[in-house]
């Protein structure tokens, strides 16, 4: 396994508080940051500089992009409504704004003309070639994380329960349970407090017929629920990161595929590890974990397979290191 320690640039975002990176255009060089103000940001990761500011995009919080990399994503809070805007990502411009839910959203998932949006009034599939909202995917108050697949015939969604369903995006019922609800965790309504943690990742690995699901362990199975969600298992423990203060579950809770060779990027305790489809490590990078530790918030990577990551912080630098094929040559 390869170790590599230092990243091959930290990009500092003067006026960015708390930055993440989210997503990485096809042309692999701008990255689109969000800040907690909601504010959007795009950054040139070969130069550093700021492209753009987006300041009157306040509210953002969730944002995706859709495979083909010509359309955005992005929630929006207006006149106490939220919903969506959509972004011509080649000209960067509004073409639509589509409210309707009246609670903030919290996740968002584009393929396509489909959007997936969920909130604690429902999650929520919207059909940009009409322009509105087809149906409201039903019991879905306490979905936190959505993936649509890149055919637009499903979405997969995880909730606070630690349950994933697929669905049918044709239809709007649900196809198959890929996980059961978890007991141990209170519901959304209740003054209990999460026994896990609170964030977490599914994803959709359409070319490989997987989901993929981050939320203290990594699991992975079969989207056709042949294959049911086991743990890999693969990333070596460390004596330095057991559990999370108050809570009893490791931290491996954000993920990341690359779908042109099916790496996936998993945190453990501040470094990111990269394994191949099969589960199994191929890089670690970041130093070893120590005594105040922070996880990685966000990760992405870009067509080149550079995975860009960052961390929690109030000027956090956003990380750039190097792909698999950089460090093979």
């Known amino acids: 396994m390869i170790e ?66 010509r359309l955005m ?13 959509i972004w011509d990502v080649a000209t960067w411009t509004v073409t639509m704004e589509l409210p309707g839910h009246s609670h903030p959203i919290l996740a968002v998932s584009a393929a396509g003309r489909i959007v997936v949006t969920a909130a604690r009034d429902g999650t929520r599939v919207w059909d940009l070639r009409q322009a509105s909202c087809t149906f409201t995917l039903p019991g879905t108050e306490e979905v936190m994380w959505v993936a649509v697949t890149h055919d637009e015939r499903h979405v997969i969604t995880m909730s606070w329960d630690r349950s994933i369903l697929l669905w049918d995006l044709r239809t709007g019922v649900p196809v198959r ?23 977490r990742t599914v994803l959709a690995d359409s070319v490989r017929d997987r989901v993929l699901a981050a939320d203290g362990q990594l699991y992975v199975g079969g989207l056709d629920g042949r294959r049911p969600l086991t743990n890999w298992k693969t990333i070596p423990p460390h004596d330095r990161v057991h559990m999370i203060p108050g809570k009893d579950m490791v931290h491996t809770c954000v993920a990341a595929l690359n779908p042109v060779d ?5 945190d453990y305790g501040g470094r990111v590890y990269l394994l191949d489809p099969g589960g199994q490590p191929l890089a670690v990078m970041g130093p070893e974990p120590g005594p105040g530790w922070i996880p990685v918030s966000t990760m992405t990577f870009t067509p080149e397979g550079r995975l860009v990551h960052s961390f929690p912080g109030a000027f956090a630098a956003v990380e750039v290191w190097p792909a698999l094929s950089e460090l093979t040559e």
Do not use: Q
Request: glycine fraction near 10%; aromatic fraction near 4%; include cysteine.
């Open 262 to 266: 099916g790496t996936v990027a998993v």
């Open 73 to 85: 994503a992005t929630s929006m809070h207006a006149f106490g409504e939220y919903g969506i805007r």
């Open 177 to 199: 349970t890929l996980r059961a609800a978890d007991p141990r965790v209170p519901a959304l309504s209740s003054p209990a407090s999460d026994n896990g943690v609170w964030i």
């Open 4 to 69: 590599v320690l230092t990243p091959i640039r930290k990009i500092r975002i003067e006026r960015a508080h708390i930055p993440e990176a989210r997503a990485v255009l096809p042309d692999g060089d701008t990255c689109v940051v969000v800040d907690s103000y909601g504010r959007l940001f795009t950054v040139s990761l070969s130069t550093g500089e700021v492209v753009r500011v987006e300041s009157g995009s306040l509210g953002v919080s969730a944002l995706s992009v859709t495979p083909d990399g």
